[in-house]
């Protein structure tokens, strides 16, 4: 095989996802999978295997899935396939590429040829705006309507052993403004319900929920069109945190430098990607009762489980002559959706910095987070309560607002991404003075929350410089055994230590007692955990941390020292009321055929173990979910 330079590729638009395919088969980021695969279970596997590799692993394509249309996973799941996506060499060029707009576009205008290059800059946009072309376009190739619609055409995997079904996890879901005609395009999952009908997985904080309660009020039906695959810029824009309003295509057609071509639907007035690879057409009826959707094994690496949403009626299944069906697999992180956050970090920092908060220099969305749950900011703090100011500020910033654990350093610029460069500026942190709790609106799938949607949220100022802690330095020894201390993370540099707590522990009774048993020393952190949760994988504890911990509910601060509860909350621990999700992970049966079948699956390639191993003593002795009653959600 011939391989190209990265650079080499990088002017193709990639008008298919098989164009793209075969650019990353040229550069050796890809496997295909030529040996029989189901797509119950064994793509999910397989998948995650790739994923949790050094760097993202390498795309796969499963030519041989039961389905005359080849699967393809993982295709985001590098930096460096992210770029080559987006049409650049390093994410960081879309950063500079947007500073300079912005900078044109601000900076004063003294003379006639500054005012002359900001009319050019403006008058480039309309070119970069979604076109509408006459005709059918590739997508609509082959056609399937009225009795002939059939989703099981499209080779949808199972993701989890306690999913409702295969879901769709790539779809762009494009759907109108009642009132006035705006046009959105979101990514919600899809579980397959039948041969013509589908659930639509929108949150009630997103546009396409909007859009429904609005074809509600109205009495009419929603008409909506899901595409798949195509260019991978428009797959992007669609997850993309844009304004209410704000055309997807347009920043699509800014990543690529070429507008996107646009075709009608052949059932209802919406304009799609006309290089899709597959097209659903349909509606949805808000007089008709929704449906029950899931469990689903989601991006948290938790189950989000069932609830009701809308049903999808198909009316016209049409697809291109070459489609293949991409897909991404989300779980226990890393996944796919790591590099996709970099990019909008990268893509939407410079907006951030020069129309919402300036004096944010940097930030970063740890994976371990999964979005929603950590941000790091770096400022350019001048004065007393900065920090907070520009937390409270974020947090009222688009979907920002559903960030439960906020940290704000100074002098961090460019190093966020180290651990080594952070964990020394936590040890400056003083709890009383450096930390602030709120309260508002949540991510739907925080399960840690003790109200659907809504919970406690919290902002650490850790811009001060360390300071020499003058107590007593930290003696693990006189813990005396309770709560089974650990101290790696001490040792590795961060001001935290880690312990266990039986299930019948009472956290508040725990804390009075640690509190009193020794001096902490340069400790500003004590994260209790269940059994299970290896002390010596960091990425692993942060993630549960950060998923299982409610810091209104969960967090005492007790003698300089902030003592999180992150055990999951099943059974009511710490007056926790609803149900509680179970981690994501594989069955046994999956996880023993793949490994008897590596070799003949993955020739060549070295056997990778099962990620769920890590996980197996983690899990609840329950299925998706425990059995608690939950509370009335959507109606």
């Known amino acids: 095989m011939v391989k190209l330079p990265l650079n080499e590729y990088l002017c193709i638009m990639f008008k298919s996802t098989l164009s793209f395919i075969e650019a990353l088969d040229k550069s050796g980021q890809l496997i295909r999978v030529k040996a029989p695969v189901s797509t119950r279970l064994e793509i999910a596997e397989l998948t995650d295997r790739q994923c949790k590799l050094p ?44 500073d300079s707009l912005f900078d044109k576009a601000m900076s004063p205008k003294n003379t006639l040829s500054d005012k002359l290059s900001t009319l050019s800059l403006l008058g480039e946009m309309p070119h970069l705006m979604p076109r509408r072309m006459h005709g059918r376009g590739e997508c609509q190739w082959a056609v399937y309507a009225g009795d002939d619609v059939d989703l099981s055409l499209l080779p949808v995997p199972v993701w989890a ?163 293949v069906y991409p897909a991404t697999l989300v779980g226990v992180p890393p996944m796919e959706d790591r590099y996709i956050a970099e990019a909008t970090e990268r893509i939407f920092l410079p907006p951030i910095r020069h129309a919402l908060q300036p004096e944010i220099t940097d930030m970063y969305m740890p994976p371990e987070g999964v979005a929603h749950n950590i941000a790091l900011f770096d400022i350019a703090g001048r004065y007393e309560g900065n920090a907070f100011k520009t937390a409270c500020s974020m947090w009222g910033a688009g979907q920002m607002m559903f960030n439960k654990f906020m940290i704000l350093t100074r002098g961090a610029k460019g190093a966020l991404h180290h651990p080594a460069t952070t964990a020394p500026l936590l040890a ?38 360390p300071r020499v802690d003058n107590r007593e330095p930290f003696d693990i020894a006189r813990l005396d055994g309770m709560a089974r201390m650990d101290d790696t993370l001490l040792r590795e540099g961060w001001p935290a230590v880690t312990g266990r707590l039986s299930r019948q522990d009472d956290f508040r009774t725990t804390v009075e007692r640690l509190a009193e048993a020794t001096s902490w020393g340069g400790v500003r952190a004590v994260l209790l955990f269940d059994e299970g949760v290896p002390a010596y994988d960091r990425s692993l504890m942060l993630w549960i941390a950060s998923a299982n911990t409610d810091p209104g509910r969960d967090m005492i601060i007790s003698g300089g020292v902030c003592f999180f509860d992150c055990r999951a909350k099943a059974g009511g621990i710490n007056g926790f009321g609803r149900r509680w999700p179970n981690i994501v992970a594989m069955d046994d049966a999956t996880i023993a055929d793949i490994d008897r079948r590596w070799h003949e699956l993955m020739p060549g390639e070295p056997f990778t173990e099962s990620p769920s191993s890590r996980y197996r003593e983690m899990l609840l002795p329950f ?11 959507q109606g």
Request: charged residues 25%; aromatic residues 8%; glycine residues 10%.
């Open 161 to 323: 052993p306690y999913d409702g079904g295969p879901f769709i996890t790539l779809p762009l879901v494009h759907t109108l403004d009642a009132d006035n005609g705006a046009h959105n395009t979101g990514m919600y999952r899809m579980q397959i319900a039948g041969h013509n009908t589908a659930f639509m997985h929108w949150h009630i904080h997103k546009t396409g929920a909007r859009h429904y309660e609005q074809y509600a009020r109205r009495g009419e039906t929603m008409p909506v069109t899901v595409t798949i695959g195509g260019d991978i810029a428009c797959t992007y824009a669609a997850t993309a945190p844009l304004p209410d309003g704000m055309d997807e295509y347009m920043l699509a057609g800014f990543l690529r430098r070429k507008p996107v071509g646009l075709v009608k639907s052949l059932t209802n007035d919406i304009w799609i990607p006309a290089d899709s690879d597959f097209v659903i057409e349909g509606y949805v009826d808000p007089a008709e009762d929704k449906a029950v959707e899931g469990p689903f094994g989601d991006h948290t690496g938790f189950y989000s489980l069932e609830d009701r949403y809308p049903v999808l009626h198909v009316t016209c299944i049409t697809h291109r002559s070459d489609a």
């Open 428 to 465: 400056g942190v003083e709890p009383e003075r450096d930390i602030l709790v709120s309260r508002g609106p949540l991510d739907v799938l925080d399960h840690s929350s003790s109200h659907f949607g809504f919970g406690a949220k919290m902002a650490v100022d850790a811009a001060h410089a």
């Open 623 to 633: 299925g998706a979910g425990s059995e608690e009653q939950d509370e009335k959600r």
């Open 55 to 98: 760097g993202g692993g390498k795309a796969l394509l499963f030519e041989n899935c039961g389905s005359r249309f080849p699967v393809a996973t993982n295709l985001m799941g590098s930096s460096r396939r992210m770029a080559t996506a987006l049409g650049v060499e390093s994410l960081d060029e879309l950063t500079d590429r947007i």
